[in-house]
Structure formats: structure tokens, C-alpha cells
């Protein structure tokens, strides 16, 4: 009854904590990157002073929009809203665990893409439509990627459940292996272009708050572009937990022992500051890429990861 108490305090504090620091960590990269730039940069808190704005608007509705115009907002902030809280944070063994299987988080993170295609296809603008294409093209080699790095994992873990995982790389002490590198630089590229963080030649306009395609999002206002903006925003803080649980599990709590909740908390804070200056580090010296380079980009996510699976299968017959 106690583990169970604690779990479901642990649980609650991860889900809190995701839900109200998310805009923080937008608001740290985009500072990073100002300072990095030479610029004084914006407030911290401007993403919340932002949301807020928003929910205070008016929702305005196209003539040409349907019944579910206002739904696909809604299905793209809940799909990323469950994947964070399925996704382990400063502790293992949350009641959501059983649950944290990365098939399950790569279906929750297509349902958001494809709700918010469906929602720029909705008024059958030309913006939209482009953007819907764009995101679908992005999309195909970015699942590819990660599902062919699931292969990976289940070889090294046998399992492909996120708890497992970090669990099996904490105590194996794996430490730096060809193998686990590719899948590294696999996984950060198609973080980096689901994300919305690879600099292009034709940025979001709300790349300072949600990495969502300004085509798709261009008809939606007030409380709607509120949603698609925390969507956005809730996909970055996704990332970096998949990332930080995966390769970087060292340090995280177990839920069931309340003493280590303080170290855990302190690390995940670490881990996270650590990705978001690597992150300006990459937006910054990098130069924009062209468009139609990004499948190119993801093209060579997809090989990294079959490399990485190759490599271990190999290694696993070795060892057999």
C-alpha cells in the first residue's frame, strides 16, 4: 500500500511539474540562443504571458471550416499531453510505466501530427494543404526512424517498454558503444525535425513559443492557437525526456523511495538544461537548411538507426 502511495505521489508530481515547466524551457532556449546571438533576448516567462494572451482571445471560426475545425487542436495538445505523461521524468516505477511502451509513444506522437495536418487541410487553403504535405512527407521518414531504433532498443533491453529501458541501461552500465551512438545521432535528428528545431529557410512563425508549421496553424486564433501552441511546446519537453530516459538514465528516482526523489528532481533539472544548451548550440552555429534537404536529413537518421540495429544483432550472435 505504501509503494503504491508513493508511485501515485510520484506520478502526480512528474505530471505536474511536465505541465508547468514545458513553457519554461521554451523560454530558456530562446533566451540561450539570444545570448549566444549577442542579444539581450526575451523574458523568460514571455511563453506564459503568451498562452495566457491567447486564452484571453476570441476564438474567430472560417466560413469554409467544419464540425471538427475545432477539434484537431484539442487532439494534438491531448495526444502529446498523455505522451508526457507516459514518458518517465526524474523517476521510474510511476504508475504510468506499464503503460510507457515506445510503440505507444510513437502512435501518440503520429495522432498529434496527423490532428494537426487534418486541421490545416480544414478550410482548404493553399497554405494549409502545403503545410499538411510538408509535415506528412517529414513524418514518413521520421516514424521510419524510430521504429527501426526500437528494433535497436528491443535487441539491447529486450523490451521496448521506456521503463524497461532505462532500467536495463542503468544497471547494465553500458557505457559508449558504436552502436548506441548511431542510435544517439539518430534519435536527436528526428527529435530535432519533430520538434521543429532544425533552422530553415522558412521558420515557424511561432518557433519563440510551439514548433508547429505556421501553414497549418495560420486559421486558428485565440483559445485554438493556444492549444496548437502548447502542443508544440509539450512535444519539445517529450523529447528531451525520451532522450534523457534512454541515454541518459543515470540518477533517476524510483518511485517507491521517497529519498531518492531529490537527487532525481536535481538531475532531471541538470539534464534538461543540458539538452536546451546543446540545442541553441546546434540552432545557433548551424546555418539554415534548405526545405527539401530535411528528408535528406531524416534519410540519414533512418540509415544510423538500421546501422545501429545491424550492430547489435550482430554483437547479440557474437555473444550467443
Not at 503568451?50 to 484539442?74: C, G, I, M, Q, Y
Not at 504535405?133 to 531504433?149: C, D, M, Q, S
Request: proline content about 4%.
Amino acid at each position: 500500500m505504501l509503494g503504491f502511495t508513493l508511485a501515485f505521489i510520484a506520478t502526480g508530481l512528474h505530471v505536474a511539474l511536465c505541465f508547468a515547466v514545458a513553457p519554461l524551457l521554451i523560454g530558456t532556449t530562446n533566451k540561450l540562443r539570444a545570448w549566444l546571438l549577442g542579444r539581450r533576448g526575451p523574458p523568460l516567462l514571455l511563453p506564459y504571458w503568451h498562452l495566457a494572451k491567447l486564452l484571453r482571445k476570441s476564438t474567430v471560426l472560417p466560413d469554409t471550416a467544419t464540425d471538427l475545425f475545432t477539434f484537431w487542436p484539442l487532439g494534438a495538445m491531448l495526444a502529446m499531453a498523455v505522451s508526457v505523461m507516459l514518458i518517465p521524468g526524474f523517476s521510474t516505477g510511476l504508475l504510468t510505466g506499464p503503460a510507457a511502451d515506445a510503440i505507444t509513444i510513437v502512435g501518440l506522437f503520429a495522432l498529434a501530427r496527423a490532428a494537426t495536418m487534418l486541421g490545416g487541410l480544414e478550410t482548404g487553403a493553399g497554405f494549409g494543404g502545403a503545410g499538411a504535405a510538408r509535415e506528412a512527407l517529414f513524418g514518413i521518414f521520421a516514424e521510419g526512424a524510430l521504429l527501426v531504433l526500437l528494433l535497436a532498443f528491443a535487441l539491447l533491453a529486450r523490451t521496448t517498454n521506456i521503463d524497461g529501458i532505462a532500467n536495463d541501461f542503468r544497471a547494465a552500465h553500458l557505457g559508449i558503444s558504436v552502436s548506441l551512438g548511431f542510435a544517439l545521432a539518430a534519435m536527436l535528428a528526428v527529435a530535432l525535425t519533430e520538434a521543429g528545431r532544425i533552422p530553415t529557410d522558412n521558420p515557424s512563425g511561432h518557433l519563440e513559443l510551439a514548433m508547429v508549421h505556421e501553414a497549418m496553424a495560420l486559421d486558428y486564433s485565440g483559445r485554438l492557437l493556444a492549444l496548437l501552441d502548447y502542443a508544440g511546446v509539450l512535444r519539445l519537453l517529450a523529447w528531451m525526456n525520451l532522450i534523457g530516459t534512454i541515454f541518459l538514465p543515470f540518477g533517476m528516482a524510483r518511485a517507491g523511495d521517497v529519498l531518492s526523489w531529490p537527487l532525481g528532481l536535481v538531475l532531471w533539472a541538470l539534464k534538461l538544461a543540458v539538452m536546451a544548451v546543446a540545442l541553441c548550440l546546434f540552432e545557433v552555429s548551424r546555418a539554415k537548411m534548405r526545405v527539401f534537404r530535411v528528408p535528406e536529413f531524416l534519410g540519414a537518421a533512418l540509415l544510423l538507426g538500421m546501422l545501429a540495429s545491424v550492430f547489435l544483432f550482430v554483437a547479440a550472435r557474437i555473444g550467443a
